[in-house]
Structure formats: C-alpha cells, structure tokens
C-alpha cells in the first residue's frame, strides 16, 4: 500500500514551493542530490527548468528514468541508458560504480 505524501518546502531561483512526494521519492531524491554532489534544491531546480507540466509529476519521471538508467548500466544496455541526456545518465553511472567500489 502506497504511504502517504509528504510536502516539504523547496527554494527554486530563490522563490519557495512546495512539492508533495510519496517517502519512497522523497529519499531518491535525496540520494540522487547526494551523488549529484548538490542539494536537493539545485537537483529540483535543475529539473524545473527542463520540465512541462506538474513539477511534482517531473521529479517523479525524472526519477524513474534515472532508476532505468542504472539498470540498464548495471546489465550492460549503454544503449538504452543513453536515450536521453539530462544528467541521469552521469549521476546513475556515478551511482553504480559507487555500488561496484561497495562491493
């Protein structure tokens, strides 16, 4: 069963918003921010700036596309991880080699 949202308050170009994520966004978020080497406001607003739409919405895909990518790094699909280039690319292939030095 689905948790319920969460809103925090983020600062994009120095105005608040509030986004409403479910915890499972909330901590991906975060951890992609961390490996970024940013903060989750510059992440958001960085994504902000490409969006359409609901910005909430844009993390989300934002997100999910990121998880993609490092699946299809982590089972060799160059291919389809580089479909698109955003900056998810970089950050997933960060990611994995940071789990491959982990292991």
Same mark, same amino acid.
């Given at each position: 069963?689905?948790?319920?949202?969460?809103?925090?308050?983020?600062?994009?170009?120095?105005?608040?918003?509030?986004?409403?994520?479910?915890?499972?966004?909330?901590? #991906? @978020? *975060?951890? +992609?921010?961390?490996?970024?080497?940013?903060?989750?406001?510059?992440?958001?607003?960085?994504? =902000?700036?490409? /969006?359409?739409?609901?910005?909430?919405?844009?993390?989300?895909?934002?997100?999910?596309?990121?998880?993609?990518? #490092? @699946? *299809?790094? +982590?089972?060799?699909?160059?291919?389809?991880?580089?479909?698109?280039?955003?900056?998810?690319? =970089?950050?997933? /292939?960060?990611?994995?080699?940071?789990?491959?030095?982990?292991?």
């Amino acid at each position: 069963m689905a948790k319920a949202l969460i809103k925090r308050s983020v600062t994009l170009m120095g105005h608040q918003t509030s986004l409403s994520l479910e915890p499972v966004f909330w901590e #991906a @978020l *975060a951890q +992609a921010a961390r490996v970024e080497g940013v903060s989750i406001n510059a992440l958001v607003t960085r994504i =902000d700036l490409t /969006r359409s739409g609901n910005l909430s919405s844009a993390l989300r895909v934002w997100l999910f596309e990121r998880a993609q990518k #490092a @699946l *299809a790094l +982590a089972q060799g699909d160059d291919q389809q991880a580089g479909e698109r280039d955003d900056g998810a690319e =970089d950050g997933a /292939r960060r990611e994995l080699l940071a789990k491959q030095d982990d292991a």
